[in-house]
């Protein structure tokens, strides 16, 4: 089971750290990835990272600018959003895939496990 939280309302230019928390004991073994969906828009792939945290892979929209990452004791990820735009707002939702040490995809029909989204405003 997953959950994602850390999102809110900030001014264009700020910061956001999206959290998603994980149950279970072989969270150290899956990708997870980060997708978004802004209203009136197909949900999209934000950023990817590899079961050890060896590998990130980010959309082009986003590269520079937000980082990925994973802290396997906590059973977290962690997306660190920063030079936040308005067309960064949207429902931000983690996701997981169910075969182990799988690589990063950023097709959202190949995971298998999702959180609830967090809401992420910006504001110009």
């Known amino acids: 089971q997953l959950q994602a939280s850390g999102g809110g309302l900030v001014q264009a230019g700020g910061s956001l750290r999206l959290s998603c928390a994980a149950s279970g004991r072989t969270f150290s073994r899956y990708t997870v990835g980060w997708f978004r969906q802004a209203s009136g828009k197909e949900r999209e792939f934000v950023a990817g990272v590899t079961w050890g945290g060896g590998s990130t892979y980010y959309a082009d929209s986003v590269k520079g600018r937000f980082a990925i990452s994973r802290d396997n004791a906590k059973n977290t990820v962690y997306l660190q959003m920063d030079s936040l735009k308005p067309e960064d707002t949207a429902v931000y939702s983690c996701?997981?895939?169910?075969?182990?040490?799988?690589?990063?995809?950023?097709?959202?029909?190949?995971?298998?496990?999702w959180g609830q989204g967090t809401q992420v405003t910006v504001s110009s």
């Open positions: 996701a997981a895939r169910a075969p182990l040490w799988s690589a990063v995809s950023a097709i959202e029909n190949e995971y298998d496990y």
